[in-house]
Structures are given as structure tokens and as C-alpha cells.
């Protein structure tokens, strides 16, 4: 069964830090895709990341993949208020853009 | 432009009857995708159309759900004789193709609450 982990889960953090969130995952596929959802809403299309090694960025978000280790990670540089959210991490499962596995969400507070 | 609409956003049900769930794409994405939220369960993928055909409906939960989707447009989402385990929020989703081609959009989602 394929499984999807986020370390941590909830993340309280003041503004103009740096942290981490982590996501691993339990089989050898190499599409990892984030997500942003703000409280109430709905979610948000981040990053798409295809292959080993992989890194996008955009504003003070960087995503980065490292399929050996069946790991992504999502850097957060300089965290503002606007940054808080829930962040999820999903894998797709056949590689077919079909079928995707989530990860439970770290939900991100920026404290001012 | 119009993003992806879906109705309604809250629907308050009692156990044992059916619901109907709607999702309205953006004009032209031939992919459509259903999930599910919930507090216990996270977020699940239901189903996934290509067109009106559905290659991917292994997340449906039970016999009791099912969906279709017609003109390769509008999506509904059915739920007979609902159970309370059924509560959560329903998203739907739709790109031009499948990712990682084209990006997923999504709705704001209905509420279901059964009682």
C-alpha cells in the first residue's frame, strides 16, 4: 500500500525564519506534487516535480525531490504571515497523472 | 475567468438518503477528477474522467457511490442511502490533461453533512 508521510504536521513559526517540511513516500514513483490550501478553502496547484533531483521555486517556496530516497522537501525562506496554510504533498500513483495519494498536510502558522 | 464551480457548497442530509453533488469544469478540461476531505481520513481520491469515460474509479469508497459524467463537461456525484461516515467535503478538480501536462484546478467544494 502505498503511503505518504509530512513531517511535522503543524508548524508554528515566526516571520522572517526559515524551516522545512518533509515528505516521504513509500514507493518509486517520481511525479511529487504540492499543494497549498488556506483555512476554509479549497487547494491550490504549488509545484510539479518530475524527476530526481528536481527543484522548483517560486517567492519563498523552494521544492525539491530526491526520488532515491523517496523524498521531497518544501523550503520556506524568510516566512511571512501570508505563508499560512496547510501544504500537502501528494504522489501520483501510476504515474498517470490518474490517480494521487496525499499526505495527511502540515499546517503552517506564521506568527507575526 | 470561470474557475470550477460545484453545488451546492453545503448539503445537510439525514442517514439513508441519496445525494447528488455537482462539479461544473472549466470550459474545454477533458480531465476531471473527484476527491474527498475529511477529518479522519485526509484527502482521497474518488475517481478520474478522461472525457466522460472513467479509466480510475478504484478510491470510490462503496457500491454506494458513483458518478458520471456527461458531454464531457458537467460531473455529478452520487451517493445512495448516505451514511454518516459519509460527512466530509467533496472537491472536484479539472485540467486540460492529466498532470503533470497541465495544472489541476479546483473547486470550492460541498459540504455534506449527514445527520
Known amino acids: 500500500e502505498l503511503k505518504v508521510e509530512q513531517n511535522p504536521l503543524f508548524l508554528s513559526m515566526q516571520e522572517g525564519k526559515n524551516y522545512t517540511i518533509y515528505c516521504n513516500y513509500s514507493?518509486?514513483?517520481?511525479?511529487l506534487y504540492w499543494y497549498r490550501q488556506d483555512p476554509g478553502k479549497s487547494l491550490e496547484s504549488l509545484f510539479v516535480?518530475?524527476?530526481?533531483?528536481a527543484v522548483k521555486q517560486e517567492g519563498r517556496l523552494m521544492a525539491s525531490l530526491d526520488t532515491k530516497a523517496r523524498l521531497s522537501t518544501l523550503h520556506i525562506t524568510a516566512a511571512v504571515h501570508d505563508l499560512s496554510a496547510t501544504y500537502f504533498c501528494?504522489?501520483?500513483?501510476?504515474?498517470?497523472?490518474?490517480?494521487?495519494?496525499f499526505g495527511p498536510g502540515t499546517r503552517l502558522s506564521v506568527l507575526p | 475567468g470561470a474557475g470550477v464551480s460545484q453545488s451546492p457548497s453545503n448539503k445537510v442530509t439525514e442517514k439513508g438518503k441519496d445525494v447528488e453533488l455537482r462539479c461544473d469544469p472549466i470550459?474545454?478540461?477533458?480531465?476531471l477528477y473527484w476527491y474527498r476531505q475529511s477529518l479522519g481520513q485526509g484527502l482521497e481520491f474518488l475517481i478520474y474522467f478522461q472525457g466522460n469515460s472513467a479509466p480510475d474509479k478504484s478510491g470510490l469508497p462503496s457500491d454506494r457511490f458513483s458518478a458520471e459524467r456527461t458531454g464531457g463537461s458537467v460531473s455529478t456525484l452520487t451517493i445512495q442511502r448516505t451514511q454518516q461516515e459519509d460527512s466530509a467535503v467533496y472537491l472536484c478538480?479539472?485540467?486540460?490533461?492529466?498532470?503533470?501536462?497541465?495544472?489541476?484546478?479546483f473547486g470550492p467544494g460541498t459540504r455534506l453533512l449527514v445527520l
Open positions: 501528494a504522489v501520483d500513483r501510476d504515474n498517470y497523472g490518474q490517480n494521487f495519494v
Open positions: 478538480a479539472s485540467s486540460l490533461a492529466p498532470p503533470p501536462q497541465e495544472t489541476q484546478y
Open positions: 514507493t518509486t514513483s517520481d511525479r
Open positions: 516535480l518530475l524527476s530526481n533531483g
Open positions: 470550459s474545454g478540461h477533458t480531465a
